[in-house]
């Protein structure tokens, strides 16, 4: 296998590919067309297939000698990845240190010839241009490489939702610890009688310990068969591929096992501590009242609860507040209604035969031909004002006449590419953040120089300034961008109305008329655009069931201890009531102290929230104030789940007749 690759034109498949294209048969020396250029490959390798949670998630591997740009020895050929195996004892900082020196070398001299500059001039106006080595194991969640093999993930998520995993677990083991030292009037006999019989208070804290960690156990085995039944749906909603095999690894196992004893110890070691500090006798004398020394503890739980709980809502708020800012924001241009076609030099010598069919169909109102896919920009260059020397970093893409009217952004001044004007192959068009950038108080007219290739300097005249429009992530501000004139393109933007399937259907049908052998492959602008945002969206559908999952916790334990204490003021409830008391003011008496409680929770949740949301939001450019309105939502829907939660509690008590009240004890 070392030598597989070595060849030009040869190919490694999967054993997954193998089975697709040869069946049962042994593929090796075979030959594969690949790709809209035909190329045919040997096949000379059989790998196995790569794991879901691999880096390398490839179907074939193609060898680096196939490719002739590779053959040009050009140092800023950076299409591609380079990977090697460093010593054991080696120090990447100390690889990455090294680097600089072949960026001198090599890099500094093609900055001159391609670029009209040097590599100390890019570097002041903000450009770079150099090497670095991350670890194989930090690239998934640590490396900030844009355009990766593999898309990666955020460890910031992972952070959050880890600390909305943590506060789950605490408040139930809060839930645990409440109803635990609140009904201990039904352990208190048993404690004390047992102390009689020559019991040892270690050997009770042990047995309340396991009890309390065999609770734990059987939680985790049924959290493990709900996460069985909804990773399903879990993946759906989050865009991952996750898998139960984790579970039969060592680490997951050892995991699960120190879960089990941390749950039980937090959630037994106070109930346990608590329990059998009683005193035999005062137990049997029935001087011990169940909870009452511990009702300044259990309010405090309750407020930790809740506080935790009403920061998840503000922050689930504002995280739904920034996406739907980020949805309906004005990007300067129509995103929606466009079907954009990539890799149309498939068509070959049909791409105008191609259109022309194209614009005889009923609902395509415009197209253009542009080598740029949105959102983002495909190429950044170094320019210069033809009066100037200073070099100014500029994105630059290609786009044919009818370009402004498919993507519609706004003209500011001056005009847009025309077939009126042939000498428009030498203009080029600016938007407001590169007029800034150049300093041009009357941008139209002036001339920029631009070298791509060692045959000199091309002077382009600016015809026209466009108002800046969004076209990448909302974390960063719009960049200084030039748009050149270009009739020869591959990506295809069609600009439709009606019926997105329809159109689909009728595009694809004159792709196979032009193109029967090669797939027809398209993709909406709108949705690409809205993957600037997915992981925002993700994360605040999955905040909003953390949050969901909280409050319901919070609330469970908050009914049973209303619960508790309704059962506790049953002979107080039955004098008041004897009094006159109506039942309406004996259930707000009842609800007026957990009601207080939750207030005394929002001072800190709000906060929290609010610094925390500010955190999130400093990493966007353009982004949302967090609104005072949505802390004070945030506290009153907590309210009104508490009173929903212990009305019921408090209604029943306040209704029962004051004979049986009294009776009660």
């Known amino acids: 296998l070392k030598t597989a690759l070595k060849e030009p034109n ?97 890099i500094g001299p093609e900055i001159e010839r391609f670029m009209g500059t040097s590599l100390r001039q890019m570097r002041e106006q903000d450009g770079e241009y150099g090497y670095f080595s991350t670890k194989l194991t930090d690239i998934h969640l640590h490396s900030t490489t844009q355009d990766g093999i593999e898309a990666g993930g955020n460890v910031t998520y992972i952070y959050f939702f880890g600390a909305i995993g943590i506060f789950i677990i605490v408040i139930a083991c809060i839930n645990f610890m409440n109803l635990s030292t609140a009904r201990s009037a039904g352990r208190a006999k048993e404690v ?112 930790f609860q809740f506080a935790l709980s009403i920061f998840l809502i503000i922050f689930t708020l504002v995280v739904y507040q920034q996406i739907q800012y980020m949805q309906e924001k004005n990007l300067g241009i129509d995103k929606n209604n466009i079907l954009v076609l990539q890799n149309t030099d498939r068509l070959g010598t049909n791409k105008d035969a191609f259109k022309n069919a194209l614009a005889q169909q009923a609902g395509i109102e415009k197209m253009s031909y542009t080598n740029n896919t949105f959102p983002g920009i495909n190429n950044t260059t170094v320019f210069k004002a033809s009066a100037s020397d200073q070099d100014h970093i500029m994105g630059v893409y290609y786009a044919d006449q009818d370009h402004m009217d498919v993507i519609k952004f706004e003209l500011k001044e001056g005009r847009y590419f025309s077939k009126d004007f042939p000498s428009d192959t030498t203009a080029i068009i600016l938007n407001e953040a590169a007029v800034r950038e150049f300093g041009f108080a009357n941008p139209i007219g002036e001339e920029i120089l631009y070298s791509s290739s060692g045959s000199g300097m091309e002077r382009l005249k600016v015809v026209g300034v466009v108002k800046n429009f969004n076209f990448e992530s909302f974390k960063t501000e719009v960049r200084p961008i030039s748009i050149r004139y270009t009739a020869n393109a591959n990506n295809l933007l069609i600009r439709y109305e009606g019926n997105p399937k329809d159109i689909v259907a009728n595009v694809e049908k004159r792709w196979k008329e032009h193109a029967s052998n090669e797939p027809f492959e398209f993709v909406f602008l709108d949705e690409n655009f809205d993957e600037l945002f997915r992981a925002e969206q993700r994360m605040g559908y999955i905040f909003s069931i953390f949050s969901a999952l909280a409050i319901f916790i919070a609330s469970l334990g908050l009914f049973a201890l209303a619960a508790f204490t309704a059962e506790r003021r049953t002979k107080e409830i039955g004098i008041r009531k004897a009094m006159g008391a109506s039942v309406a003011g004996l259930t707000l008496l009842l609800s007026k102290e957990f009601t207080k409680l939750v207030v005394i929770a929002f001072i800190p949740a709000a906060i929290a929230g609010w610094f925390i949301s500010n955190q999130w939001l400093e990493g966007f450019t353009y982004r949302i104030e967090v609104d005072p309105i949505v802390i004070l939502a945030s506290g009153m829907v907590a309210v009104i789940i508490a009173w929903v939660t212990v009305s019921y509690q408090s209604v029943k008590t306040a209704s029962t007749s004051p004979v049986d009240s009294l009776r009660y004890e």
């Not at 009452?292 to 407020?303: A, D, E, F």
């Open 10 to 106: 040869t190919v490694v498949l999967t054993e997954e590919m193998v089975k697709k294209y040869f069946g049962e048969a042994n593929p090796i020396n075979k030959l594969l067309v690949i790709g809209s250029e035909n190329k045919t490959f040997k096949v000379t390798g059989v790998a196995a297939n790569p794991p879901s949670n691999s880096h390398f998630g490839f179907n074939m591997l193609i060898s680096a000698a196939s490719n002739d740009r590779l053959k040009e020895g050009i140092w800023l050929n950076n299409f591609m990845f380079t990977y090697f195996t460093l010593r054991s004892n080696a120090d990447v900082a100390q690889v990455n240190s090294k680097y600089e020196d072949l960026v001198t070398k090599y």
């Open 192 to 303: 004390g009688l047992r102390k009689t019989l020559g019991s040892l208070r270690g050997q009770m804290i042990i047995q309340f310990m396991a009890e309390s960690m065999l609770y734990s156990a059987l939680a985790v085995v049924l959290a493990l068969v709900v996460c069985y039944l909804l990773l399903p749906y879990f993946n759906l909603l989050s865009g991952k591929m996750l898998d139960m095999q984790i579970i039969a690894t060592p680490s997951f196992i050892a995991g699960i096992f120190a879960l089990i004893a941390l749950v039980g110890l937090i959630a037994g070691s106070y109930p346990a501590f608590y329990l059998t500090s009683f005193s035999p006798v005062d137990v049997l004398k029935g001087k011990v009242r169940a909870g009452m020394k511990t009702k300044g503890i259990r309010s405090l739980l309750v407020v």
